[in-house]
């Protein structure tokens, strides 16, 4: 049977400009052709078990020419795979799209196209330039930069000239003297507004503001590169006064992300949000411990219980699986109280339909839970937690008498995603910023990047005194958030990076 072909717009590269149904063909793929211009962060929604074909395009460089292309897309259908092929901006958008749907077509291969945000638009939106604004002009020119090899460019200056519209130029860093020498030769006044947008809606964005007669050298002097766009015309004064993007507190600022990858989106979302270039690196990851007798046979005698007790969002998750795989449900607690250790634990009870009886009120951490816990416990409690835990829980259960079965419910195993990349980069002076949400996270960073790694370029934002006290012993210098919540280490990144 015959597969399908799915054309996706990926967009200029800010993985929030992706669209809803490019996300839901992406999600369904089994494989995925993506070029090189598509965003890091959507190509980690890649489904891990779809093929990944890179297939490298980039200006002035293809790893695979465009018929190579064609042929991997006709094949992959022919095989009955549901195909998507990743195109940076708008497949439609000198993209190349209708070559490739061509050749489908002559071969009967279904196909779809899923328009996408093309950077003619997005990147000069990020630049604070609108392409149109009705002061300035009254219509909007997408023009290719990029000439046939050998040929010289085939566009027609005198006729821009003559729109008075704004001028946008994709692919045409190469071309740039040749564009502006040919609107000058066409009449246009040298001292017409023009900027420059390189990586346009990443956080690595920057913008060159100049005069047509002054972009090239502009240009230069900021070593302007692929991939960036070309903008001519009265709008791009505006630029300065509508610019929102470079003015976000932790624009352009890198910041490594260690949290484990199923539980990684929210921190990652609120850095991006505010302008930061994240970098997931997820060195932990939390498995269920399986086969798990004891908190099987816990969950038998849930009634010698007063509490139960969860020290993170993984206990929780983990705790309900083993319920299912009993064919139990949330009413095998209807005679237990919750306890919890912050937020975040919190928020995963409440999507199994649960709520906590107690929290810490100001400190989320094992020793002021087990604290609250001393206090309002009269009888049994049950913790489920990882394999390694803080003694400190247990220590204050200890000191008040208060009996306890502590279960190892799932444990921490490391990971080294990347780990080449920083490794290279500490040796070499470079400084990194992590963000540190639990202990555990520290020890599998410091894992990964081996023994003897320099430690004392890294800054770690952590999430409270015990990730703090663990990224110390290891000689990592440490910022605290006032609180163990997400939204207290995204404002701690803010007013100690900004």
Same mark, same amino acid.
């Given at each position: 049977?015959?597969?399908?072909?799915?054309?996706?717009?990926?967009?200029?590269?800010?993985?929030?400009?992706?669209?809803?149904?490019?996300?839901?063909?992406?999600?369904?793929?089994?494989?995925?052709?993506?070029?090189?211009?598509?965003?890091?962060?959507?190509?980690?929604?890649?489904?891990?078990?779809?093929?990944?074909?890179?297939?490298?395009?980039?200006?002035?460089?293809?790893?695979?020419?465009?018929?190579?292309?064609?042929?991997?897309?006709?094949?992959?259908?022919?095989?009955?795979?549901?195909?998507?092929?990743?195109?940076?901006?708008?497949?439609?958008?000198?993209?190349?799209?209708?070559?490739?749907?061509?050749?489908?077509?002559?071969?009967?291969?279904?196909?779809?196209?899923?328009?996408?945000?093309?950077?003619?638009?997005?990147?000069?939106?990020?630049?604070?330039?609108?392409?149109?604004?009705?002061?300035?002009?009254?219509?909007?020119?997408?023009?290719?930069?990029?000439?046939?090899?050998?040929?010289?460019?085939?566009?027609?200056?005198?006729?821009?000239?003559?729109?008075?519209?704004?001028?946008?130029?994709?692919?045409?860093?190469?071309?740039?003297?040749?564009?502006?020498?040919?609107?000058?030769?066409?009449?246009?006044?040298?001292?017409?507004?023009?900027?420059?947008?390189?990586?346009?809606?990443?956080?690595?964005?920057?913008?060159?503001?100049?005069?047509?007669?002054?972009?090239?050298?502009?240009?230069?002097?900021?070593?302007?590169?692929?991939?960036?766009?070309?903008?001519?015309?009265?709008?791009?004064?505006?630029?300065?006064?509508?610019?929102?993007?470079?003015?976000?507190?932790?624009?352009?600022?890198?910041?490594?992300?260690?949290?484990?990858?199923?539980?990684?989106?929210?921190?990652?979302?609120?850095?991006?949000?505010?302008?930061?270039?994240?970098?997931?690196?997820?060195?932990?990851?939390?498995?269920?411990?399986?086969?798990?007798?004891?908190?099987?046979?816990?969950?038998?005698?849930?009634?010698?219980?007063?509490?139960?007790?969860?020290?993170?969002?993984?206990?929780?998750?983990?705790?309900?699986?083993?319920?299912?795989?009993?064919?139990?449900?949330?009413?095998?607690?209807?005679?237990?109280?919750?306890?919890?250790?912050?937020?975040?634990?919190?928020?995963?009870?409440?999507?199994?339909?649960?709520?906590?009886?107690?929290?810490?009120?100001?400190?989320?951490?094992?020793?002021?839970?087990?604290?609250?816990? &001393? *206090?309002? $416990?009269?009888?049994? =409690?049950? !913790?489920? @937690?990882?394999?390694? #835990? +803080? %003694?400190?829980?247990?220590?204050?259960?200890?000191? &008040? *008498?208060? $009996?306890?079965?502590? =279960?190892? !419910?799932? @444990?921490?195993?490391? #990971? +080294? %995603?990347?780990?080449?990349?920083?490794?290279?980069?500490?040796?070499?002076?470079?400084?990194?910023?992590?963000?540190?949400?639990?202990?555990?996270?520290?020890?599998?960073?410091?894992?990964?990047?081996?023994?003897?790694?320099?430690?004392?370029?890294?800054?770690?934002?952590?999430?409270?005194?015990?990730?703090?006290?663990?990224?110390?012993?290891?000689?990592?210098?440490?910022?605290?958030?006032?609180?163990?919540?997400?939204?207290?280490?995204?404002?701690?990144?803010?007013?100690?990076?900004?």
């Amino acid at each position: 049977m015959t597969g399908k072909v799915t054309l996706v717009g990926a967009g200029p590269g800010d993985p929030g400009l992706l669209t809803i149904k490019g996300r839901e063909a992406l999600a369904q793929a089994e494989v995925v052709v993506y070029d090189a211009l598509v965003g890091e962060q959507v190509l980690a929604m890649m489904p891990e078990s779809a093929e990944k074909i890179d297939v490298g395009k980039r200006a002035s460089h293809h790893t695979v020419p465009q018929e190579g292309i064609n042929e991997i897309l006709l094949q992959k259908a022919l095989e009955g795979k549901n195909v998507v092929r990743l195109k940076g901006g708008d497949p439609f958008v000198f993209g190349r799209g209708g070559e490739e749907l061509e050749k489908l077509a002559e071969h009967g291969v279904p196909f779809e196209v899923v328009p996408g945000v093309t950077s003619a638009i997005a990147a000069a939106a990020y630049a604070g330039i609108p392409v149109t604004h009705r002061d300035c002009c009254s219509s909007l020119h997408i023009i290719t930069g990029h000439a046939r090899a050998g040929k010289p460019l085939s566009i027609d200056f005198e006729a821009l000239r003559r729109t008075g519209g704004t001028l946008v130029f994709l692919m045409g860093v190469t071309a740039m003297p040749m564009i502006v020498d040919g609107l000058l030769k066409a009449g246009m006044p040298p001292e017409t507004p023009a900027a420059m947008v390189e990586s346009g809606t990443t956080p690595r964005q920057r913008k060159c503001l100049a005069t047509l007669g002054t972009l090239p050298e502009k240009a230069a002097e900021m070593g302007i590169h692929s991939p960036a766009i070309i903008i001519v015309g009265r709008v791009c004064a505006l630029s300065e006064q509508f610019d929102w993007f470079d003015s976000l507190p932790l624009k352009g600022r890198e910041i490594v992300v260690t949290r484990p990858r199923e539980r990684a989106g929210t921190l990652c979302s609120k850095l991006r949000a505010l302008g930061a270039d994240v970098l997931e690196y997820p060195c932990i990851e939390t498995v269920p411990i399986l086969p798990c007798p004891a908190i099987d046979a816990a969950i038998g005698r849930l009634g010698d219980y007063e509490w139960l007790c969860f020290t993170s969002p993984a206990g929780v998750k983990f705790f309900h699986e083993r319920l299912d795989a009993l064919g139990l449900d949330a009413r095998a607690l209807g005679g237990v109280k919750l306890a919890v250790i912050g937020t975040g634990t919190a928020k995963e009870l409440t999507m199994h339909g649960l709520r906590y009886d107690l929290m810490p009120q100001d400190v989320y951490d094992a020793e002021h839970l087990g604290a609250a816990l &001393a *206090g309002a $416990a009269r009888s049994k =409690v049950l !913790i489920a @937690r990882a394999e390694v #835990a +803080s %003694p400190e829980l247990t220590k204050a259960l200890d000191g &008040a *008498g208060i $009996a306890y079965d502590d =279960v190892a !419910i799932y @444990r921490t195993v490391y #990971a +080294s %995603p990347r780990s080449d990349e920083l490794r290279a980069r500490l040796y070499t002076g470079g400084k990194l910023c992590v963000t540190f949400t639990s202990a555990s996270t520290v020890r599998g960073f410091v894992s990964s990047l081996g023994e003897g790694a320099p430690m004392g370029n890294v800054t770690g934002l952590c999430i409270g005194r015990q990730s703090a006290e663990c990224a110390e012993s290891y000689g990592i210098k440490t910022l605290i958030s006032q609180k163990a919540t997400i939204d207290e280490l995204v404002r701690l990144a803010v007013n100690k990076l900004n």
